[in-house]
């Protein structure tokens, strides 16, 4: 468990001056410090200079750790009209290059008591001496992709003769990306995928209906049934001939036989 961490009185005081504008200064920064294994949070110091100066201040002291805030003033065409700029508060956590490993061992554990000294932060940024991104257009660039707010920042003020125009950079309800800025491959929209279509395209022939089935009526099936009937196949029909014929001939024959007879019983024999 980490010892307790000493914090100086004047923190506080410093930042309720810088906090509610009853001061001229636009900065303040705090270090931390570490004796055997104490730890402390002492001020460092203020300023009238803004971003630049206390940029120029932390270039100089790669061997130390500090945290402070700077305040930003931007304002939109409401806010120029109205002569009351936007305040906002950028807070940064410097670790210079040549801070040793214990003392980062240290003020890691402490970072989120650290933090809460300053309650109210709009952006903030882990930067050491080379300041990457902490610089003007990088910051008014943040401001407006992270603002909850439809803004259209003409100017930001970050101290005595830095003032940066955005040219207009706008944003959109609930987009917190700003229009102007780039977009990330990563987080663009996918395009629909277009197949390549070739030069030339033969026309393509009419498509043909389907053949329907030829539906016949009833009275046409029971004629087709009749014909079937009335006309059996050629051998079916050439048989009944022939069976025709024995019977008439069977026919002739009786009756050949019963003339016969009646003659014979005409004529009978002398003899008797």
Same mark, same amino acid.
């Given at each position: 468990?980490?010892?307790?961490?000493?914090?100086?009185?004047? @923190?506080?005081?410093?930042?309720?001056?810088?906090?509610?504008?009853?001061?001229?200064?636009?900065?303040?920064?705090?270090?931390?410090?570490?004796?055997?294994?104490?730890?402390?949070?002492?001020?460092?110091?203020?300023?009238?200079?803004?971003?630049?100066? @206390?940029?120029?201040?932390?270039?100089?002291?790669?061997?130390?750790?500090?945290?402070?805030?700077?305040?930003?003033?931007?304002?939109?065409?409401?806010?120029?009209?109205?002569?009351?700029?936007?305040?906002?508060?950028?807070?940064?956590?410097?670790?210079?290059?040549?801070?040793?490993?214990?003392?980062?061992?240290?003020?890691?554990?402490?970072?989120?008591?650290?933090?809460?000294?300053?309650?109210?932060?709009?952006?903030?940024?882990?930067?050491?001496?080379?300041?990457?991104?902490?610089?003007?257009?990088?910051?008014?660039?943040?401001? /407006?992709?992270?603002?909850?707010?439809?803004?259209?920042?003409?100017?930001?003020?970050?101290?005595?003769?830095?003032?940066?125009?955005?040219?207009?950079?706008?944003?959109?309800?609930?987009?917190?990306?700003?229009?102007?800025?780039?977009?990330?491959?990563?987080?663009?929209?996918?395009?629909?995928?277009?197949?390549?279509?070739?030069?030339?395209?033969?026309?393509?022939?009419?498509?043909?209906?389907?053949?329907?089935?030829?539906?016949?009526?009833?009275?046409?099936?029971?004629?087709?049934?009749?014909?079937?009937?009335?006309?059996?196949?050629?051998?079916?029909?050439?048989?009944?001939?022939? /069976?025709?014929?024995?019977?008439?001939?069977?026919?002739?024959?009786?009756?050949?036989?019963?003339?016969?007879?009646?003659?014979?019983?005409?004529?009978?024999?002398?003899?008797?």
């Amino acid at each position: 468990m980490a010892n307790k961490m000493k914090i100086d009185p004047q @923190i506080a005081e410093t930042w309720e001056k810088l906090s509610k504008g009853k001061t001229e200064a636009n900065w303040m920064a705090v270090e931390f410090k570490k004796q055997n294994k104490d730890t402390a949070l002492e001020l460092m110091g203020q300023g009238e200079g803004g971003l630049d100066e @206390i940029s120029k201040t932390l270039k100089q002291v790669p061997e130390k750790v500090i945290f402070g805030v700077v305040k930003v003033k931007f304002s939109d065409e409401m806010a120029t009209q109205k002569g009351s700029p936007y305040v906002k508060f950028i807070y940064f956590r410097f670790l210079g290059s040549k801070v040793s490993v214990m003392t980062r061992g240290f003020v890691t554990p402490r970072l989120g008591s650290i933090d809460e000294v300053f309650p109210v932060k709009h952006l903030s940024y882990d930067i050491d001496e080379n300041l990457t991104k902490f610089d003007q257009k990088s910051i008014a660039s943040d401001f /407006l992709r992270v603002s909850d707010n439809k803004v259209e920042a003409s100017t930001f003020d970050f101290g005595p003769n830095q003032v940066y125009q955005s040219q207009n950079q706008k944003i959109v309800n609930n987009n917190k990306q700003p229009k102007n800025d780039y977009v990330p491959k990563n987080k663009q929209k996918d395009k629909p995928k277009v197949e390549p279509q070739p030069d030339y395209q033969p026309p393509q022939p009419d498509p043909q209906p389907d053949p329907q089935p030829d539906i016949a009526n009833d009275d046409d099936k029971e004629d087709q049934n009749e014909n079937n009937e009335e006309a059996p196949p050629e051998d079916q029909y050439e048989a009944q001939q022939e /069976l025709q014929q024995e019977e008439e001939q069977q026919q002739q024959d009786n009756n050949d036989n019963d003339n016969d007879n009646i003659d014979n019983n005409d004529n009978p024999n002398e003899d008797d």
